[in-house]
Structure formats: C-alpha cells, structure tokens
C-alpha cells in the first residue's frame, strides 16, 4: 500500500464520529454515528464504516497513524494513542478556518468555551460539565417536550415576535416549564425563543473565559441549531462563523490532523534511519 491514512476517532456520549486523511490533509472519509452504551463498540462501528469508504483499507491496522478522542477515548480500537477534545476541537476548527480564536463546542453533555492559539492549540478553555442545561441532551428533551425533531425544533424559534423567559436552570425543571407553558396555550415558538435565549446566556459566560472578541464559531450536534446561532449572536454581540465542514466532526477532523502530523514525522524519522 504506497498511500497513507490518517484517522481520528471521537466518541463522544451521544454521536460517535471518524475522519479519514490523506498525507494532504484532505478529508477522504467521514462518518457520524449514534453512540452505542459500550464505547468501543461505537468506535469499531465508525471506524469500519470509514474505512469501507476507501478501497485501499481493509481493517483499522490499515492506517498510517489513528488517534482516539472524545469521552471514550480509552476505548478506540487499533489507536496509537488519544487525545483530549479540547485539543482536537482547537485544531480542527484551526484546519478549517486558521482565523477563528475562540469556540463554544456544545456537546452531549457539557459544554466547553475554548481559545485557539495561532497554531492550532488551546489558549485556554473553560467547561460547564456540572448540568446538561444547554448541551444537546438538554435540546433533545427540549424537542421532545414540544414534540418535534430537532431540526424543526432549531428552526421553530425564527419566527416569534417575543420571548417568553425560561426560568429554570435544570433540564428536568426545564423540561417541566416548557410543557407548562405548551399546556397553557402560549405560543410554541415564543416558548422555543426562550429556551435559546437561556441556552445563549449559558454560552456567554463560556465565550467570555475563551477570550472572544470579535467573532466565535459552534462546535459539535448544536452548531446545526440555527435558532441557538441567532440567539448567540444576539446575547454576546459577537459574529457566529460558519464552518465550511460539519461542525460536528471537528472533534475526528481534529485528531486526525494530530494523527496526521504525528504519522509523518514518523514516517520522515523512518526514511532517515533508513
């Protein structure tokens, strides 16, 4: 096999995700996949997925160089080694946009605030891993309340004239509010406006500890929420890039990079002792 593959795996508590790489850096596979209880069985799953996609791989033991991440880092199959999420969002975000600094990646369950330095690696970061208010465990319980898919839950917000406060701080409290407040025939989408309002002042906190400025980006499943971006922006008077790549991925696009690095310097150290 005269190519080189590079991967990284994120198991994350709700999605697992893989990223494949070529010496480039050019992304050649990609996959995102809800996590299973047992973390090595989501990462085999991702990574065999991956890896269907590219003739050249038969197994995992193809690659060049794999680095596990994600909560369930200890528990990818075939990985060199693992490294922290944080890192691995820092430098996917950085490969995928060098001039964004600072991050707010909501995950699962919690959510971190985090400052890139100029090459690629973590400034500093801040964490909110002591509720699952405002991660997407908390959004997922939010669109069951009003029950609706996610996707049309995100986009329910968009069209209220008002907000209608969310005053609890616990997702179960929350939860219970909302369906209250559904119960009393107020309307759904000022309901919803309210939760990514409580949601965004959550995230502000986190951006400010990132050392946000000018502008942020989101990270993991909620990135795809357009509501929770229109009230980020809103809240912390800051521009919201979007990404070019799945803001999802950038955990696996992260640590693949990593991999990626890490492998050729192993391979160029190989060559000279040659």
Request: glycine letters at 8%; charged letters at 20%; aromatic letters at 6%.
């Amino acid at each position: 096999m005269s190519n080189y593959y590079f991967a990284g795996c994120d198991v994350g508590s709700t999605y697992t995700k893989c990223v494949v790489l070529d010496e480039t850096g050019k992304i050649l596979a990609h996959t995102t996949q809800r996590s299973k209880m047992n973390a090595e069985a989501s990462a085999k799953m991702a990574m065999d997925e991956v890896i269907a996609q590219i003739p050249e791989l038969k197994s995992p033991k193809d690659l060049t160089y794999l680095i596990g991440t994600g909560y369930g880092r200890n528990k990818v199959p075939f990985a060199d080694e693992n490294i922290s999420e944080i890192s691995c969002h820092a430098m996917g975000v950085h490969v995928t946009n060098p001039e964004v600094k600072a991050i707010i990646d909501i995950g699962g369950q919690d959510v971190k605030g985090i400052a890139i330095d100029k090459d690629g690696t973590v400034k500093n970061f801040a964490m909110n891993d002591k509720c699952a208010a405002g991660t997407g465990r908390f959004y997922e319980a939010m669109a069951h309340a009003f029950e609706m898919t996610l996707p049309e839950f995100s986009k329910l917000s968009l069209s209220a004239e008002n907000v209608i406060p969310i005053t609890a701080q616990c997702t179960v409290f929350a939860e219970s509010e909302v369906i209250t407040l559904v119960g009393e025939g107020k309307p759904m989408n000022e309901i919803a406006a309210g939760i990514q309002m409580a949601v965004a002042k959550r995230c502000f906190v986190m951006a400010k500890k990132a050392g946000a400025t000018d502008s942020i980006t989101l990270t993991g499943g909620c990135a795809k929420n357009i509501g929770l971006k229109k009230a980020i922006e809103h809240v912390l008077k800051l521009k919201v890039v979007e990404l070019n790549t799945d803001p999802q991925l950038m955990g696996a696009l992260g640590a693949a990079e990593f991999a990626r690095q890490k492998g050729m310097s192993m391979l160029s150290k190989q060559k000279k002792g040659a």
